[in-house]
């Protein structure tokens, strides 16, 4: 299969062109196929959610498992009432605040959805994202867009096109290029379908700014206890995910000690002959001595780290990096969304100096 990539991001060509070249992508959703598009966290990977076919079709293309359920893409608040049985005041709230934005939540399912979207479970996982060409792709694509990340399943996702075409070509008629995305990581994930909230995945809107709008939230304790072996509830988060080719370690504690292990544990790499690896940051990238030296974004602003971590993965992939050492983020704000895909991505190998 051909894959056109569809540039969306050139002023010249004018926005009532950009707007016609996504309507034609809705076009094909509507026809049972498959676009990539941009939001503002990844690419996502959309088809019709409520048709069965369409939404069969993103797990061949990603080699997903069928049992890991997709999120539906809406473009209005009154489209959420079609989907789900019954949405909680507390949620309504939230979606006031934070919709259209990285925030997805979890509620039972109404009729309408087919239970090949939702991998078999009677739960719908909903979110409306805050990206102008996404909105418009899902209101001409008929309302409704499952879409997972736009990566091959296990592989990081995807922040850009180029990203999306390395996975995805040859797979699918179209990718929609609107340029780099703005976040880097996914939507933060609320589940409402048990009697208190509760956060399955942890993203761009945290713990404390949920809670200043409903009050008590819990974190799924598959997440917190940063230990492989308790499985967290959302399906998608149990798998060995968003994970280089390479081997990563995680460098946790003061900065000089983190240098100074990571130059160790480097060193002993390059000697015995391998290619390395690693992940630092503007403010430390000087002061490695061995191997590729990337530099992630600034400490002085986490969204900057959040928003490069899976092309630095990538371009390690490429330059078929062996292993890679790599500092660790604070646990504040977003620090724990870039720590919980970071320790995944790792397969939770981290050492603490
Ligand atoms: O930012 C995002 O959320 C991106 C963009 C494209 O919107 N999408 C995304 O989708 O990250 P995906 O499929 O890569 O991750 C969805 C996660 C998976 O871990 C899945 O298991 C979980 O959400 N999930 C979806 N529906 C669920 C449900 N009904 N119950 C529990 N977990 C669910
Ligand atoms: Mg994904």
Do not use: C
Request: proline letters at 6%.
């Amino acid at each position: 299969m051909e894959t056109a990539i569809v540039n969306i991001t050139d002023d010249r060509q004018g926005i009532e062109a950009i707007r016609e070249k996504i309507r034609a992508a809705g076009r094909i959703i509507r026809q049972g196929g498959l676009v990539a598009f941009p939001t503002e966290t990844v690419y996502g990977l959309g088809a019709d959610a409520l048709n069965p076919l369409a939404s069969g079709k993103i797990y061949e293309a990603k080699g997903r498992p069928s049992d890991n359920p997709l999120i539906v893409h809406i473009s209005n608040m009154e489209d959420l009432d079609r989907i789900v049985k019954k949405a909680p005041e507390q949620a309504k709230k939230l979606a006031e605040k934070f919709w259209p934005g990285p925030l997805t939540m979890i509620f039972e399912k109404s009729d309408i959805v087919p239970l090949e979207t939702t991998g078999g479970l009677q739960t719908v996982a909903v979110r409306m994202p805050n990206h102008p060409a996404a909105l418009l792709l899902i209101q001409s694509g008929g309302g409704f867009i499952a879409a997972p990340s736009a990566n091959t399943s296990g592989r990081p996702s995807p922040t850009r096109a180029e990203h999306v075409a390395e996975d995805m070509r040859g797979r699918i008629p179209m990718i929609l290029d609107g340029g780099p995305v703005g976040i880097g990581i996914e939507s933060t994930i609320v589940d409402f379908s048990e009697e208190i909230p509760m956060i399955l995945r942890p993203g761009y809107i945290t713990a404390e700014m949920i809670q200043e709008v409903i009050g008590e939230i819990r974190m799924d304790p598959g997440l917190a206890a940063e230990d492989a072996k308790i499985h967290p509830k959302a399906p998608g988060m149990k798998y060995r995910h968003y994970a280089p080719k390479a081997d990563l370690i995680l460098v946790s504690g003061a900065k000089e000690k983190v240098q100074e292990k990571i130059n160790e544990l480097a060193e002993k790499a390059a000697e015995e002959g391998k290619t390395v690896g690693i992940i630092g940051t503007e403010e430390t990238k000087d002061g490695y001595r061995y191997g590729v030296v990337k530099s992630i974004g600034t400490r002085k602003d986490e969204t900057s780290i959040a928003r490069h971590l899976y092309g630095i993965l990538r371009e390690f992939d490429q330059m078929d990096v062996e292993i890679i050492y790599s500092e660790s983020f604070s646990l504040s704000g977003i620090g724990q969304a870039i720590r919980n895909r970071m320790l995944k991505a790792a397969g939770h190998q981290m050492i603490e100096v």
